[in-house]
């Protein structure tokens, strides 16, 4: 298979193309074609080593001391299940899945990676392309975490540094929805993305002196480790809170990969994809990620063929037939839930839900009953009206 492999640490240029041999899924795991990845943050300092000198030796120790042990960079794909490992029952072949490999060694600057079923992997945003869905794990869990260890709450005033990255522009969205004011502090450039987020509030930093600012704070949230604290103390009420990227652990959780994946299925949230490179070009978009100022995500396409498919693209400004496609078999208890949609059970053991949809709003009453059941939703699709519904319309 093809991999983008670290010949050493250094300038984008380590990265090379080069085939080497396809993983083999264990029991326990799962095997993906990747169809997109990203280039983050995080790949630029393993790449670059960029540590602060504290850290040198121990981060040499887990890295590799001369040259990377782990040589495939990547944190985040979006992917199909191409086989599954015998003891796998959550995931079945042909699942189209997403997935942060943070804590799995990385590696997904290839065309396949094996992970277990019980890693930070799930069913992806029916609603999203391979593209969107690889540019989600890490950066909205990671602003999630931190806005709720700064306990976020409804009315609250939150400041957003950095607003206009990968987890600043999910923090803006975020926030948002808890209820929450927010102000996203950014370049020039990317004012008006972080306004079109719903910041409701923008401040230039290459303009306006933060320090100077007669309004404080419940919650300010730096995405960068960059605001002084000189500012950050100044700005903050009393009692508010400082969460910063700073100090931040790894720790993932998959509770909240699937919270994020319902926002995102019911348009709450949305992913900002700055540029798009294919995987040869891997160089060109670690060049252009080292400078510092990417508008959200870049996004690596793997597999041309397939990546710019959406798994389903409803349009909800106007009624059609949707099917919703459910894991599992529903239940005759909850079937009630649905009464008006047609319920079929499916023999590969899903179920589909097929129905008349007016409105947007009707589609998030279904949607929100299907995330009560706690099952994962495959699929949501749009289906062309017969000649038959058609003309009940004339
Ligand atoms: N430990 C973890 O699990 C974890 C997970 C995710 C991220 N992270 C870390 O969190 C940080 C943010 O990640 P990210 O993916 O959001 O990065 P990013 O997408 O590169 O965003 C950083 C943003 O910071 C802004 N910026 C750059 N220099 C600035 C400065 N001097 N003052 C104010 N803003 C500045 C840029 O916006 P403008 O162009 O508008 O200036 C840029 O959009 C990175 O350090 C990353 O490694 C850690």
Redesign the pocket.
Known sequence: MKAIVATDYGGPEVLQLKEIEKPTPKDNEILIKVHATTV???D??MRSFTVPPLFWLPARITLGFTKPKQPIYGMELAGEVESVGKDVTRFKVGDQVFAST?TENFGTYAEYKCLPEQAMVAIKPSNMTYEEAAAVP??AT?ALRLLRKGNIQHGQKILI?????????YAIQLARHFGAEVTG??????LDI?KSLGADHVID??KEDLSSREERYDIVFD?????PKSISSKILAPNATFVT??R???K?SMKNLIFIRELIETGEIKVVIDRCYPLEDMVEAHRY?DA??????VVITVNKRMSSKRSSQPDIDRPGIYQIRIKGHLSRQRMDWFEGLIITLEDNGDTLLTGTVIDQAALHVILKKVRDLGVPLLSLNSVEPGPQHTSDHK
């Open positions: 983050t943050m995080g630029f300092r943070l890490i950066g990671t540094y950095g607003a206009s990255g990968s987890v600043g522009t502090v950014c370049s020039t450039a990317h972080v930093y290459t995405t960068v480790g960059k605001l990227m700073a931040m652990d790894s993932e990620v510092g100022h990417k508008q959200g995500n």
